[in-house]
């Protein structure tokens, strides 16, 4: 397919045009849901962060080269809201694009069917402030680079949804336990589904793999990345649950150093993978939500050299639902400031 790009200038006369940004954002080809069949065709979405007149211009690049469009203006209103949420250079907080501080607060919604009910409710009860819910909703569930325009089109509708009501959402991009064990079989990337890859260690070692995952990252940043209710994209959701020798440090003394060498190893092919998946997505999404990885690792044992990689704003510690048993809370609010204190640490990242 042609990769086409969307150019925007910000506000500013002609005079200053070499000084702002232009960003180049894919399209993404846009197929209708079955309950409402349509042709196919090429769409860019794009949120202008503040008010004024913008300059557009389509670009269609193939083997044979590259035609573009007349460059064409269009004014853009007040945005509806504080924006986005960002991260800035120096700073170990989330402002919005307003400059205002934001702190999320976390729930767990339930499952994708039920979203905009149970938002409609959490909404009506005044829980709206500062919040946000993690997501997993994937729009390739049959063969992998085929997207499904059903699923594609019900999560419009989440985003639209959390958007309206101005609460966040942290979207999973791939989740760890799907590519586990028995788990696998039934996920497009693995043989069982027609897919290549034959074990879990593959997936960030393969390159066909690694090819249906980015153009999997290029259509997410393209399709959903002008929303504002994206808080951040997780690449991998609890990426230790995937593969058990992740969950093991390569410093532990208990290790043989047979084990410590297959732990530092899967660690390795783990970083790789995640910030050549980062480094693909942030060019990909010129909205430029944050970029994580999360584990449900113990955050006073963290995993540094995870945290260091450059194209990652945040790791995440995601605790299972038994982890206060696991990890043996004593009291919630002295473990939040143990967790804070480790996190600060020289050699800590983010």
């Not at 290029?218 to 649950?241: F, M, P, Q």
Request: proline residues 7%.
């Amino acid at each position: 397919l042609p990769v086409q790009r969307f150019d925007h200038v910000q506000p500013g006369g002609a005079e200053n045009v070499g000084e702002v940004p232009v960003k180049r954002l894919p399209c993404f080809l846009w197929e209708a849901p079955s309950k409402s069949p349509a042709e196919s065709e090429f769409r860019f979405r794009f949120a202008p962060p503040v008010e004024g007149v913008y300059a557009a211009r389509i670009a269609v690049v193939t083997a044979a080269g590259q035609i573009r469009s007349e460059s064409l203006a269009f004014r853009a209103g007040p945005p509806a809201s504080a924006g986005s949420v960002k991260v800035r250079s120096g700073e170990r907080l989330l402002r919005r694009d307003d400059g205002s501080l934001f702190v999320p607060f976390f729930v767990a919604p339930p499952s994708a069917a039920d979203f905009e009910a149970w938002l409609q409710a959490f909404v009506f009860a005044g829980r709206n402030y500062a919040s946000a819910a993690r997501i997993f909703f994937p729009i390739d569930p049959e063969k992998a680079g085929v997207i499904d325009p059903d699923k594609a089109e019900e999560l419009d509708a989440i985003f639209r949804a959390a958007q309206a009501r101005d609460v966040f959402l942290l979207v999973s991009l791939e989740q760890g336990r799907r590519l586990a064990g028995e788990a696998s079989k039934s996920h497009p990337y693995f043989r069982e589904m027609g897919g290549p890859l034959a074990a879990t260690p593959e997936f960030f070692r393969d390159i066909a793999a690694k090819r249906y995952f980015q153009n999997r990252l290029t259509y997410i940043a393209a399709r959903y990345g002008a929303y504002r209710s994206v808080l951040s994209w997780d690449l991998l959701e609890s990426v230790d649950e995937c593969w058990a020798i992740l969950k093991q440090s390569p410093e532990d003394a208990t290790l043989t150093p047979n084990e410590a060498d297959l732990c530092r190893r899967a660690r390795r092919d783990v970083q790789t993978w995640a910030e050549e998946a980062a480094l693909h997505l942030r060019g990909m999404d010129q909205h430029e939500h944050l970029i994580g990885v999360s584990t449900s690792l113990n955050p006073d044992k963290a995993w540094t050299d995870l945290e260091q990689q450059p194209n990652l704003d945040w790791t995440i510690s995601r605790q299972p639902s038994s982890g206060a048993a696991e990890i043996g809370f004593i009291d919630p609010a002295a473990q939040f400031c143990s967790w804070s204190a480790a996190a600060r640490q020289p050699g800590r990242a983010h």
